[in-house]
């Protein structure tokens, strides 16, 4: 077993995440291998001392904040093993952006995208079931993932292929999860992959994980577009979700469908410009080129479905050159650039929703967003109806007032058969509203589980349940 640095100095860079949440811990361990994170786990199994699982730290539930005991990083777990036609297998701690990198020059694609995938790690990934723009088209990570190596808590490793079941004297997690897209709570499943899929590194570490892989596109048209009222807007993005639902290899089957509300498109005005003024809301949108419709098949099709919906035909950019794609994402970041700028200049952090709900309560939830208290901006995956409200409080009193207005924004989620994180995850600041969302029982059987692979309950501390 690595011995642990206690170096304070050094342990501060391992105590904070991208919730901006501040932690402690009195020692810090680094292991290069299955092994010495299964003697790690054994060691502090037996004498009570908490591990938190660090490794790119861009979670913003706090999840990777530690409450004292150990820090276990996971950045010298980092190597590619294989990458094949079918499948591609790495460590735990490789940077997601990179392996895709290294599988696209490869000519293959895996397909999950969160926003922090060239910060994020292969195994947060999967252990969060991360998502992104993409998740429209190809799902969150779940589907994508084959085979695992978990240490779990007690120091025992476990190789799990998909379709090899959990064993029999572990209790069964049965509840029924929103029918959306969602990564709250553990999943109700004997399937032993998805078991360690999404419980956020309470009931163990993900070392290793063989992945599926599926076709490279080899073309993708991006896709800009202005629209004069909201109405007209959803009237598109219902055409162009029932559309690709029915076939994903049709001229309109779009991979994402981005949501950008007016103070998004302001943001974009005052940085990039080309915003038109009578615009109120705006979509982008990714296509994947098919063969069997080409370019020119896809553009007819979109331009149809744009101007049969009211989108402001004129303004709208559909790119199939660098120079375009360049336009349509200087775009797409100068709208978080301009956020992370407001907060700067506020002072106060930003406060973020991470909901989703199904596709009849979308209108419903835009109007609880738009009735927001404060300066705030509303962008995100519409596809999915998961949208991401930063509300942008100036002062003490406006960001006791944005974080009441989350809490209520949660129950209106709740009552709409949502669920209270589409991607971010519970970690430490959300147990509440998973509590609120699932019920006492569903947090019982959680609990239940919990103590039967983590008798101490040393890993994840805080995380997703409370002691």
Known sequence: MPTPVTDPSVIEGYLTDASNIHGHAEGLVRPTSTEEVSAILRYCQANNIAVTVSAGRTSTTAAAVPQGGWVLSM?????????????????GGVFLGAFQTEI??????????PTSRHECSLGAAIACNASGARSFRYGPTRPWVLGLTVVLPNG???????????????PVVDWVEPHVKTAAGYAPTRDAVDFFIGQEGTLGIITRATVRLTDLPAEIMGVLAYFPSRASLLRFVDVARTAARADRGGAVSPRCLEYYDSNCLELAAKRVGGVPSDAVCALFCEQEVQPSHEEDGHMAAWWEALDEA???????????????????????HAIPAGVNEEVVANGMPKVGTDLAVPDSALPAIMDAYEAAPMRHVLFGHIGDNHLHLNLLPKNEGELARARAFYGELVKTTISLGGTVSAEHGIGKLKTAYLADMVGPEVIARFRALKQRLDPAWILGRGTMLTQ
């Open 75 to 91: 950045e010298r777990l980092n190597t590619i093993h294989h990458i094949g036609q079918d499948t591609a297998q790495a460590d």
């Open 104 to 113: 696209e020059a490869a000519g293959r694609f895996f397909p999950p995208d």
């Open 156 to 170: 025992e490793v476990m190789e799990v292929k998909r379709g090899d079941s959990v064993p029999d004297d572990w």
């Open 310 to 332: 009211g989108a402001l035909a004129d303004d709208t950019l559909i790119a199939t050159d660098t120079a375009t794609r360049e336009m349509l994402l200087s775009l797409r």
